[in-house]
Each structure stands twice: as C-alpha cells, then as structure tokens.
C-alpha cells in the first residue's frame, strides 16, 4: 500500500508533499509529481501536507482514478527523486483551482 498522486497537482506541484516526506519518494516531472510506490512507507504525511488534496491512499481511489496508481508506478521509475525546497509551479494557485487536467500529462 502506498500513496497516490492524482490529477489536481497536475500543473501545480507546490511541493509541500516532497518536503515533508520522510522515505523520499517523490519523484518530479515538468508538470507533476509521483510517488514511487516502492518507497512510499504509507505515513501518510504528505496527504495532509498536500495543499490541493491531490494525495490519497491507493485502496481509497475511487475506481475512475486507478490509472493513477499505474501511472505514479511508471514515472517514478524514469522521472528524478523530487529536490526538497523546490518551487512550485509559476501558475500553480490558478491550476489548484481547474479539473479535468489529465490531458495535460
């Protein structure tokens, strides 16, 4: 079991999440960010650090989502461990607010 990004930090990226995660498994890409499930200890920090509710346990996914949990798989296998301290998104704050943004991936 492990945490799962899912569409409301596409765009967005504050960062909050990466910075509080004690196992270091985030992982950055241009627009998004995944947690590598492997790593992920399932403290759950990071939900509650998230400022966009982007973050939710696996087995909490409502079935709509459940890509989500591959795709957060497959990435953090190529994309970079996240930097602790990075910047969030320069449109961040009007992407928190927008839906239907997997397109954007």
Known sequence: ???????????CVYGKCQDICPADAF???P???????????????????CPTQAIVNDYDLVSDKHDYIRLNKELSAIWPVAQEGSPALPDADYWATQSDKHHLL
């Open 1 to 11: 079991m492990s945490c799962v990004v899912t569409e409301a930090c596409i765009n």
């Open 27 to 29: 992982h950055r890409g």
């Open 31 to 49: 627009n998004f960010m995944v947690i590598n499930p492997h790593t992920c200890i399932n403290c759950t920090l990071c939900i509650i650090a």
